[in-house]
């Protein structure tokens, strides 16, 4: 079984960059495609990236692209996301989500991300 | 722009049987797209029930089953319970290797 646990919550300011991290335990990173997926209060839930098992390279939605930055550390089995120019609009709860090949599984738990001056 | 296609709201009785849809703006869902479902409930992250189209998630009651219906992925619940009144939400693969999310489902048991 996957697990997946977050970093805690940030508030940050209009302009500024944010960095969620992503531990995996029960597996190791390169045995599964990492994810991110963000839900904005009151809305649905929206995918931002992730890994291509297919194409080995980590693809970003075209919304965030120049925007996001999706890494990974498999020495420590952590998946990071970093957010930059941020504007109110990002304040968001932020998901890591993975599994095996194509599979979207596992979730964690989420990460609270603020945006207000 | 892919858009993928839920309806907004949905009602069941309970032990009534529903089923949740998941389309696209243009084409048809298959297996290929590895479509997947999630519930979710006020303030709680989203749980996984269905994943590559109708693989039920460990724990998940097999009242929840996935399959393709027509041109479309579809969520069928049998025998709806009353704690299964949430939000469900599908997404797909659309392609080099990027994924959609639908707008999501509120699903009313009464």
């Known amino acids: 079984q996957v697990h997946l646990v977050q970093s805690g919550a940030e508030v940050k300011k209009p302009g500024a960059s944010v960095k969620v991290s992503c531990k995996v335990s029960g597996y190791t990173l390169t045995e599964l495609c990492m994810h991110w997926v963000r839900q904005a209060p009151g809305k649905g839930l929206e995918w931002m990236g992730g890994f291509d098992p297919e194409d080995g390279v980590m693809i970003y939605a075209q919304k965030f692209q120049g925007r996001v930055t999706m890494t990974e550390d498999t020495s420590t089995d952590t998946a990071y996301m970093e957010l930059s120019s941020l504007r109110s609009e990002d304040t968001a709860l932020y998901y890591c989500?993975?599994?095996?090949?194509?599979?979207?599984?596992?979730w964690g738990q989420g990460t609270l991300v603020t945006v207000s001056s | 722009q892919t858009v993928v296609t839920q309806e907004p709201s949905f009602s069941v009785s309970p032990g009534g049987t529903v089923t949740l849809t998941c389309g696209l703006s243009?084409?048809?869902?298959?297996?290929?797209?590895?479509p997947s479902w999630y519930q979710q409930t006020p303030g709680q992250a989203p749980r996984t029930l269905i994943y590559s189209t109708n693989t039920r998630s460990s724990g998940v009651p097999a009242r929840f089953s996935g399959s393709i219906l027509g041109n479309k992925a579809a969520l069928t619940i049998t025998g709806a319970q009353a704690d299964d009144e949430s939000d469900y939400y599908c997404v797909v693969c659309v392609g080099s290797g990027s994924w959609v999310f639908g707008g999501g489902t509120k699903l009313t048991v009464l």
């Open positions: 989500l993975t599994g095996h090949g194509w599979d979207l599984v596992y």
């Open positions: 243009s084409g048809a869902v298959s297996a290929s797209y590895y």
